[in-house]
Nanobody, 122 residues
Framework: HVAESGGGLVQPGGSLRLSCAVS????????IGWFRQAPGKECEGVSQISGVDGRAYYSDPVKGRFTISRDANNTVYLQMNGLKPEDTAVYYC??????????????????RGQGTQVTVSA
């Protein structure tokens, strides 16, 4: 139902764009979010976008650097600018019934992709 792409290796200060392909008409109005999991760290909700009104939400660590968007084909993008080493993680795309508190995104989703690795290193 959801599949991520676009991860890779980037230097600090660089940019990457992640994509989440959302399939199935039943998911057209779902909220789509991103969360990340780094080794030795707790899972962290990053961003969500509503399927109803397009509102976007961000966690404090990424606010002002990451931008989430959704196109007419129901593909969701996470544009990541000003990347820092602490952004290194596996990033997962997740579909949820509706917007939820972002810190709960790691555990409360209906569908999740396989994840894509983002590594920020010099």
């Amino acid at each position: 139902h959801v599949a991520e792409s676009g991860g890779g290796l980037v230097q600090p200060g660089g940019s990457l764009r992640l994509s989440c392909a959302v399939s199935g008409d039943e998911l057209a109005l779902y909220a789509i979010g991103w969360f990340r999991q780094a080794p030795g760290k707790e899972c962290e909700g990053v961003s969500q976008i509503s399927g109803v009104d397009g509102r976007a939400y961000y966690s404090d660590p990424v606010k002002g650097r990451f931008t989430i968007s959704r196109d007419a084909n129901n593909t969701v993008y996470l544009q990541m600018n000003g990347l820092k080493p602490e952004d290194t993680a596996v990033y997962y795309c997740a579909a949820v019934w509706e917007i939820i508190p972002i810190q709960t995104l790691c555990a409360q989703y209906q569908y999740r992709g396989q994840g894509t690795q983002v590594t920020v290193s010099a």
